[in-house]
């Protein structure tokens, strides 16, 4: 399976020409991050040569939806229905012994020190070295049900780390156990397979394994291992797992930090996690996300399509497609596909979609015809089936996202453009221009070969 683990899909990359090795010598102090900015949407990034290490860095491992559809073995077209197929049906995980899994060739226990890694700083006014591609996982002591996501994790000392945690189940987990007057335990996977990685977005109820909706998309069943130092299993084939666990009752300065609106995330008090133990692989690689570039943003933006698509079919089941553009960095702005059958169901969709996630802001409805991820056709759409006094829908006093800099804390206003042709209109007032035979016709079946080109006669009469 091309992707069993980073290193497997790193293989399938190399051999399609998607990987950019890097010899020089390069700095963790913003040159990483900008050689993998450079190549963002082209290729992945391996860096060979870290100044002061010899650990190798790779970056950029799926920044396009076709390389993610690849990794689950589909097309993009058919990426949600597969991803939303697995997070509805999650397979369970299989334990494997310490000796068979990599990511417990080195064990280290005492004189813990982050620093032994090759953690990059990735924007100007960060307030230092961050883990940006970490899978932080905890258990719910009661279900035994584990919990996976990705939070910024600041290096904050040799064995601590400053962690954000917004209000979703990791939170809602620590602050049972803070209240308990008990620590959390957790551990911190980096250097995944691109599949895992993906499933540990996913938008689920309490109570969900994101590793078992990695074991449904990879369709077996996703081997894991035991902790050394904590009650948590983590990914056997991970590159490198920190293990520890988030303090109660202490909060410490993190941030600022750059993220993904492309602004500042700002500094503050934040929870804290207390490094217990490290295991990796031999010749581990560190696997990094560059903020706001479009691994960062597809992770977050295609399971919340799947979501997204499921919520809007409560009301109007007959969307075709949805699609949360990199433009709106795939959290602000939803473009909608559905075949209207009725007046009023793309007004109905947008609110459908405001329903689905605080953080969506604009939502665009237009019909099946219009290809939602080409923004050149979306937008063709709003310059002629869209009229302001009768297509907009502005709703205001609203709940954001407190990241987006135009709100006030979060809060704010949201806007939808219905762009459907309304029923019954004549049929030629909205019929798209066609040439016959565009689609069939092959471009170089007629292009001259011949390097000589135009013809001299034709030269001549100037």
């Known amino acids: 399976m091309r992707a069993k683990s980073l290193r497997t899909w790193l293989e399938y990359l190399q051999k399609t020409d998607r990987v950019a090795v890097m010899d020089k010598e390069v700095s963790l102090q913003f040159e990483v991050a900008a050689l993998t900015k450079k190549l963002d949407g082209k290729k992945a990034t391996y860096f060979t040569n870290v100044e002061d290490y010899e650990i190798p860095i790779v970056s950029g491992i799926c920044a396009t939806r076709e390389q993610f559809a690849e990794a689950l073995e589909t097309d993009q077209y058919q990426l949600l229905s597969k991803f939303t197929e697995a997070v509805t049906s999650p397979t369970q995980c299989r334990h494997v012994k310490k000796e068979n899994a990599p990511v417990k060739e080195n064990i280290i226990l005492d004189n813990i020190d982050l620093d032994c890694f090759p953690i990059p700083v990735h924007h100007e006014k960060d307030s230092g070295k961050y883990i940006t591609a970490g899978l932080f996982i905890v258990r719910d002591p ?7 996501s990705i939070h910024r994790l600041q290096i904050s000392g040799k064995d601590r780390l400053g962690v954000l945690l917004l209000p979703r189940h990791t939170y809602h987990l620590f602050k049972q156990a803070e209240d308990a007057g008990r620590p959390l335990e957790c551990a911190i996977a980096i250097g995944v397979d ?3 990685l993906l499933a540990s977005q996913a938008s ?5 394994d994101e590793l078992e909706i990695a074991s449904a998309l990879l369709r077996e069943p996703l081997e894991v291992v035991r902790c050394e130092t904590v009650d948590i299993d983590v990914p056997a084939y991970a590159e490198i797992v920190l293990e520890g666990k988030i303090l109660p009752k202490v909060r410490e300065p993190e941030g600022p930090f750059g993220e993904f609106p492309k602004y500042y995330g700002p500094r503050g008090d934040k929870e804290v996690v207390q490094i217990t133990g490290i295991t990796h692989r031999n010749n ?4 990094t996300i560059v903020p706001a570039g479009y691994e960062h943003l597809l992770l977050g933006g295609i399971p919340r399509e799947a979501s997204l698509i499921q919520s809007i079919r409560q009301t109007v089941p007959s969307v075709k497609a949805v699609h949360m553009s990199p433009g709106g960095t795939c959290r602000y702005h ?3 596909s559905i075949k209207k059958r009725n007046e009023g169901e793309g007004k109905n969709a947008i609110i459908a979609s405001f329903a689905n996630s605080f953080d969506i802001k604009h939502v665009v409805v237009v019909d099946e015809e219009v290809d939602v991820f080409n923004m050149e056709e979306v937008e063709w759409a709003i310059a002629t089936r869209f009229q302001a006094e009768t297509d907009l829908v502005v709703i205001n006093g609203t709940q954001g996202s407190k990241l987006d800099p135009s709100t006030d804390e979060g809060f704010g206003s949201k806007m939808g453009f219905d762009c459907t042709i309304p029923l019954g209109s004549e049929p030629m007032r909205y019929k798209r221009i066609h040439i016959p035979g565009f689609d069939e016709i092959n ?19 100037k």
């Not at 070969?449 to 001299?456: A, D, P, Q, Y």
């Open 142 to 148: 009661v279900t035994r049900k584990q919990n996976v």
């Open 194 to 196: 691109p599949v895992t």
């Open 204 to 208: 689920t109820p309490f109570g969900v």
């Open 284 to 287: 581990p690689i560190f696997y």
């Open 334 to 336: 939803a473009v909608i």
């Open 443 to 461: 471009i170089n079946d007629y292009i001259n070969k011949n390097s000589s080109g135009l013809r001299t006669q034709h030269l001549e009469k």
